[in-house]
């Protein structure tokens, strides 16, 4: 995944509930306190899959900290791709799914490199990857990564302000 687009999730899902446990009621600070860094966790997993193209093929997977629990994956060799099919999205995008005698697989469109990636795929699978193009485009997570650093700030400010008493996970409890 894209550095952009992967601190870009990550950064707005701290936004979003790194003030969970400040606004909480009493007895559930101890829990949210719990489930901030496992959700932080979880959603560094889910963003930190990976793609492999070598000359045998191409494979996507999470590396090995995470990949016995998400066990989402898959590995196409060249000569197993038999085409590329376009579905448009509710939101206007398109994604393209690699077809295969065994399966469809998602193109994955949110890679760093993306077009060294698609020169890749064309030249290995022959495929004409012209008309593939990234999946959003990166002015949409830049604007989102400067939406979520102004919350974070604003977070960050808000806690300065705050007695240091409604702040500690357990004094109110």
Not at 47 to 72: F, I, K, N, Q, Y
Not at 134 to 144: A, D, E, I, V
Not at 149 to 160: C, T
Request: one cysteine or more.
């Amino acid at each position: 995944m894209a550095p952009l687009i992967r601190g870009t999730l990550v950064g707005l899902y701290l936004a979003l509930v790194l003030p969970l446990p400040v606004l909480a009621g009493g007895s559930l600070r101890p829990l949210l306190a719990l489930a901030v860094p496992l959700g932080l966790l979880l959603v560094l997993a889910i963003t930190s899959e990976r793609v492999s193209v070598d000359v045998h093929g191409l494979a996507l997977g999470h590396p090995p900290w995470c990949s016995w629990w998400l066990r989402r994956g898959w590995s196409l060799g060249w000569n197993e791709i038999t085409g590329l099919t376009a579905v448009a999205t509710s939101q206007g995008g398109r994604v393209y799914y690699l077809r295969s005698a065994k399966a469809s697989t998602l193109l994955p469109q949110r890679l760093a490199r993306f077009a060294d990636f698609l020169a890749q795929l064309q030249q290995h699978s022959g495929l004409d990857t012209r008309a593939i193009g990234r999946l959003s485009p990166p002015w949409t997570y830049q604007l989102l990564a400067a939406l979520t650093a102004l919350m974070l700030l604003g977070e960050l400010a808000a806690l300065a302000v705050l007695p240091a008493a409604s702040v500690l996970p357990l004094a109110n409890s």
